[in-house]
């Protein structure tokens, strides 16, 4: 099964079958390169382009109803027209706010998928040129092992910032987030304090048997010296008469 591969590299995994190592053909990289990011690329800025013809178009509509409505308002306050006529006018106008605010979470829908696209594009295109560019050159594009981690690595990071655009730009994404991140650092927390609730309570039982046993050394002690000096006392011969 070395469709996807060159001769040569067959030939290398023959002789050394304990080295991993993965070298693909021309026909194979541009399929694959195509497939999984410059066809999805192009379509993605396609798309992108007309949401942004489209809502520009229907802010420029928004804007135009507004000033049109503000003028008719004017116009139904001169002129004087019909109640029924003027109600219904005016319930055109005050419907006005209602689209604006949708036509700004719209918009801010719109800056948010752009910024993810531009991300996606910006941290995966240096992996697909070098993947492509590699593969058409062979040998005589030599990359060292530094370049070929840097734009992996450049290429997963992209994973990581998804979260970060999300939580910064969508309001119901950041409590969320920081629902889950506050949880976490909770039970984190939570198990540290009963460890060393844990640690302590083993600690200050030791010391409370310790002071135990050196209180009743302690009494031990002063009653068997006051019982010797009570002996003492007591006999006749420690009795001194002086002439």
Request: charge should be positive; include cysteine; hydrophobic fraction near 40%.
């Amino acid at each position: 099964m070395g469709w996807y591969t060159t001769y040569e590299h067959l030939d290398f995994r023959k002789r050394h079958p304990k080295v991993c190592s993965f070298t693909v053909n021309r026909v194979y990289a541009v399929i694959s390169s195509s497939v999984s990011f410059w066809i999805p690329g192009v379509i993605m800025l396609y798309m992108y382009y007309r949401i942004y013809v489209e809502a520009d178009r229907q802010e420029r509509m928004l804007y135009r109803s507004k000033v049109a409505a503000l003028l008719l308002d004017k116009h139904l306050q001169i002129n004087g027209i019909s109640v029924g006529e003027v109600m219904r006018e005016r319930q055109s106008i005050q419907m006005q706010p209602m689209a604006s605010s949708k036509m700004k979470r719209e918009r801010k829908a719109a800056r948010t998928l752009g910024i993810i696209m531009s991300a996606f594009l910006a941290c995966w295109l240096p992996f697909f040129l070098w993947y492509i560019i590699t593969a058409l050159c062979g040998e005589s594009c030599p990359s060292p092992p530094p370049v070929v981690a840097a734009v992996f690595w450049f290429g997963y990071f992209n994973s990581a910032l998804n979260p970060l655009i999300y939580a910064y730009f969508n309001r119901d994404f950041r409590a969320a987030f920081r629902k889950t991140l506050d949880s976490c650092c909770r039970s984190l927390c939570g198990s540290f304090g009963r460890r060393y609730c844990h640690q302590h309570r083993r600690d200050h039982h030791h010391s409370n048997a310790s002071s135990d046993i050196h209180m009743n050394n302690c009494v031990k002690s002063t009653s068997a010296d006051v019982l010797r000096a009570q002996a003492s006392c007591s006999r006749p011969d420690d009795v001194i008469i002086r002439a």
